[in-house]
T-cell receptor
């Protein structure tokens, strides 16, 4: 099956610093990548949709200047949390999609746990 | 707007059958997916229904009724390892929108 990786798997940073999270589709070219955030015991909240070579589309209520998304290639998307604060501490999960034999498939990365101190 | 409703918690015993329901309200709809997530892990895909009816994959089955905006996930022969959170998710114009999740606890 298709594999999506994320790096780092966990990160601790100080308040006010920026953190970059990478999402890679390892064995396929992803049409679209998505970024989700999940707080403990809650659901996955879609943050933004990222297409290669174009600006990300952010969901309502997500600050695009705070959560910078770059999708430089069909296999790599990055999420940068700028000027992180403790309330940004969360589990960030990316997913990558492809169409195979007419079927739309979505694969999730293992997630990145961010703790801001 | 969009909303998905599923029970917050379900408890069952090993070997039993459990059904997790999901009702949805969305402006666009292409299909209903189900995902399993263990504590600390990422969601893993279980099933996808684009058309009405039952899809069976081993111990897990999923059902969809588009006219009722309703679906369910059926887990048979429950095992302890099935204790996890289960999310229904609507595929809408290329985006997956998740329900709040159902925590399934399987007891011996």
């Amino acid at each position: 099956g298709a594999v999506v990786s994320q790096h780092p798997s966990w990160v601790i940073c100080k308040s006010g610093t920026s953190v970059k999270i990478e999402c890679r589709s390892l064995d396929f070219q992803a049409t679209t990548m998505f970024w989700y955030r999940q707080f403990p015991k809650q659901s996955l909240m879609l943050m933004a949709t990222s297409n290669e070579g174009s600006k990300a589309t952010y969901e309502q209520g997500v600050e695009k200047d705070k959560f910078l998304i770059n999708h430089a290639s069909l296999t790599l998307s990055t999420l940068t949390v700028t000027s992180a604060h403790p309330e940004d501490s969360s589990f960030y999960i990316c997913s990558a999609t492809r169409r195979l034999a007419g079927v739309w498939e979505q694969y999730f990365g293992p997630g990145t746990r961010l703790t801001v101190t | 707007g969009q909303s998905l409703e599923q029970p917050s918690e379900v408890t069952a015993v090993e070997g039993a059958i459990v059904q997790i329901n999901c009702t949805y309200q969305t402006s666009g709809f292409y299909g209903l997916s189900w995902y399993q997530q263990h504590d600390g892990g990422a969601p893993t895909f279980l099933s996808y229904n684009a058309l009405d009816g039952l899809e069976e994959t081993g111990r897990f089955s999923s059902f969809l009724s588009r006219s009722d905006s309703y679906g369910y996930l059926l887990l048979q022969e429950l095992q302890m390892k099935d204790s996890a959170s289960y999310f229904c998710a609507v595929l809408n114009t290329g985006k997956l929108i998740f329900g709040q999740g159902t925590t399934l606890q399987v007891k011996p």
